[in-house]
Structures are given as structure tokens and as C-alpha cells.
């Protein structure tokens, strides 16, 4: 199966983690925090640490950089390449919008883990499944790759 992983940067040690257990049990899996798995150069945001305000910027002005704009494109090119998007949690627009993205692209998904104390989005009921932690990633996909055989 083909996956993405969508996630905050804050979370690129687990995003790695599940990445390589994933490949371990023969998945392939785009991984935006691994160079070897994009073309472009990674854009984590301590390379952009100022923050937009919009007292000193222009919003389309702001996001106007070649390096969000490559890196937009090839995580959109990334999920149309997956079969599934995987989704931890808790995270900010960015994965969510990737994850929805995939979503409309009539992607299978599952989202991992809880949004922060008083965070909720009822959208998130799209999702396949809902687990409360990575651990139960791997199981959920040997159940549904061996429901899909049978079913």
C-alpha cells in the first residue's frame, strides 16, 4: 500500500518512526520530514520563523516563497500517489488540509491520536478509522488489507 504521512513538523521523530515500521511491513510511504523521499528541499518552519502579521505583511505577499510553493505541490503529488492517508494528531492546518486534500481525492485515511484540550472537528469523522496511538496503525492495516482480500 501507498501512504502519506501527514503531520505537524513538530512530530517528525514519530512521522520517521511510523515511516520506517511502515516500510518494514512492505508499505511504501512518502515521509515529508526524509529528503530521500522528496525532490524538492524540505521547508520546516524554523526556516521561516517569522510569523505572518498582518500589521506588516501582505498575506499573498508573505506566502509568495518558491519553497512553500514546491512544497505544496509535491505533497499534493504525493497524495495522489497514496492509496492511504494517515493522520497524527494533534497538528495545524497544514496536515489537515493535506489530509482533507486526500479526502476529496476519495483517499482511504486514518487519523492517530487526539487534538489538543478543547480542539475538536466533527470532519474527522470521514476518516476510516480512529486510533488513539501509532501502535495501532499496523494491525488496523493487516485487518483491512485482509477484509479487502475476502471482502
Given at each position: 500500500?501507498?501512504?502519506?504521512?501527514?503531520?505537524?513538523?513538530?512530530?517528525?521523530?514519530?512521522?520517521?518512526?511510523?515511516?520506517?515500521?511502515?516500510?518494514?511491513?512492505?508499505?511504501?510511504?512518502?515521509?515529508?520530514?526524509?529528503?530521500?523521499?522528496?525532490?524538492?528541499?524540505?521547508?520546516?518552519?524554523?526556516?521561516?520563523?517569522?510569523?505572518?502579521?498582518?500589521?506588516?505583511?501582505?498575506?499573498?505577499?508573505?506566502?509568495?516563497?518558491?519553497?512553500?510553493?514546491?512544497?505544496?505541490?509535491?505533497?499534493?503529488?504525493?497524495?495522489?500517489?497514496?492509496?492511504?492517508?494517515?493522520?497524527?494528531?494533534?497538528?495545524?492546518?497544514?496536515?489537515?488540509?493535506d489530509w482533507a486534500?486526500?479526502?476529496?481525492?476519495?483517499?482511504?485515511?486514518?487519523?492517530?491520536?487526539?487534538?489538543?484540550?478543547?480542539?475538536?472537528?466533527?470532519?474527522?469523522?470521514?476518516?476510516?478509522?480512529?486510533?488513539?496511538?501509532?501502535?495501532?496503525?499496523?494491525?488496523?492495516?493487516?485487518?483491512?488489507?485482509?477484509?479487502?482480500?475476502?471482502?
Open positions: 500500500m501507498r501512504i502519506y504521512i501527514s503531520a505537524s513538523w513538530k512530530k517528525r521523530v514519530l512521522v520517521r518512526e511510523l515511516a520506517e515500521t511502515l516500510r518494514a511491513h512492505n508499505h511504501e510511504v512518502f515521509d515529508f520530514t526524509d529528503p530521500e523521499c522528496r525532490r524538492n528541499h524540505e521547508t520546516p518552519p524554523e526556516m521561516f520563523p517569522e510569523q505572518f502579521d498582518p500589521v506588516k505583511h501582505i498575506y499573498s505577499q508573505y506566502l509568495n516563497r518558491k519553497e512553500w510553493r514546491n512544497a505544496v505541490n509535491e505533497n499534493r503529488e504525493a497524495i495522489k500517489w497514496a492509496d492511504l492517508i494517515i493522520l497524527l494528531l494533534p497538528c495545524g492546518i497544514d496536515a489537515t488540509a486534500l486526500g479526502i476529496g481525492m476519495g483517499k482511504h485515511s486514518i487519523i492517530v491520536g487526539y487534538p489538543d484540550k478543547g480542539d475538536r472537528s466533527e470532519v474527522h469523522l470521514w476518516a476510516d478509522a480512529l486510533l488513539n496511538s501509532v501502535e495501532e496503525v499496523v494491525p488496523w492495516l493487516e485487518a483491512h488489507m485482509a477484509n479487502k482480500k475476502t471482502g
